[in-house]
């Protein structure tokens, strides 16, 4: 970041906006209604308001800011709300962690995950749906991190990425805006970037197809990432690979691959 490595003297504050959204997209084979609806389920239990916090209190952490209250929800039948009001800051670890269990609840709205920073917000929305008749389910995680001054949103990528199960990744990142040095000189981005995939680990990079489409003169940059290799066991719900034939497994490896494919590509395979 240049800011950072010449020590840019700016005048007043660093007011370039970078933003970071993107959807995260987990796939799982459930052939009823019935285990249709217990994978909801399952995904409203393991994406519940204790550890959607406990994913906000470690991004903010991992972009430097500071948590200032914290307010979350669990609804009946299903799903949960989380609000944390945060700003720019170091704090520890330790800071973080007892701020994410004090309690301190505000502000409840349903099926979202809200972070503010001071002029700055963290946002997570949770999107699980299935079709009677399809026996394939979704969990879809939209993710926006919108930063001013020199907190980077991209230190949080892959933190983010680790925490839900991704078979498709679509990133966008964007620095808007400009700032000026002391002799008025305008800034429209203060760090260096040719790719979002340079801020992935190589490891997860590996188990991905990934291409981007990026509008450098614009500070604007696009990755989409598809799961290589489908182990079919991995997207059984509350069934054993080894209890179908291999004809069924290839076929339903098949319609996993193809759903996958469709949304990656925004297009339906007819």
Do not use: W
């Amino acid at each position: 970041m240049l800011g950072l490595e010449k020590k840019l003297t700016l005048y007043g504050f660093n007011n370039l906006t970078k933003t970071l959204s993107f959807n995260i997209y987990d796939v799982c084979y459930a052939k009823s209604e019935r285990e249709q609806k217990d994978y909801i389920a399952y995904i409203d239990e393991q994406y519940n308001s204790e550890r959607l916090t406990k994913i906000l209190c470690d991004v903010t952490q991992t972009i430097g800011a500071h948590i200032l209250n914290i307010s979350k929800q669990d609804y009946d039948p299903q799903g949960a709300s989380v609000n944390i009001l945060i700003a720019e800051g170091d704090l520890s670890s330790e800071h973080i962690d007892e701020s994410c269990n004090q309690g301190k609840y505000s502000v409840q709205l349903r099926d979202t995950v809200h972070a503010h920073l001071d002029k700055s917000h963290v946002t997570v929305h949770t999107f699980p749906e299935y079709h009677p008749d399809n026996s394939i389910s979704t969990f879809r995680v939209d993710i926006d991190v919108s930063t001013c001054g020199e907190i980077s949103p991209l230190n949080a990528l892959d933190y983010l990425i680790g925490s839900f199960d991704s078979d498709i990744i679509t990133i966008d990142y964007r620095v808007r805006g400009f700032t000026r040095d002391v002799e008025g000189k305008k800034y429209y981005i203060d760090h260096d970037i040719t790719s979002i995939q340079d801020y992935i680990d190589d490891v997860t990079l590996t188990k991905y197809d990934a291409i981007d489409v990026n509008v450098y003169q614009s500070n604007i940059f696009h990755t989409k990432m598809l799961i290589k290799e489908i182990e079919l066991q991995n997207y059984l719900f509350n069934l054993d690979v080894y209890e179908l034939p291999p004809k069924q497994r290839l076929e339903i490896t098949s319609n996993l691959r193809k759903e996958m494919i469709e949304i990656f590509s925004g297009m339906n395979i007819y």
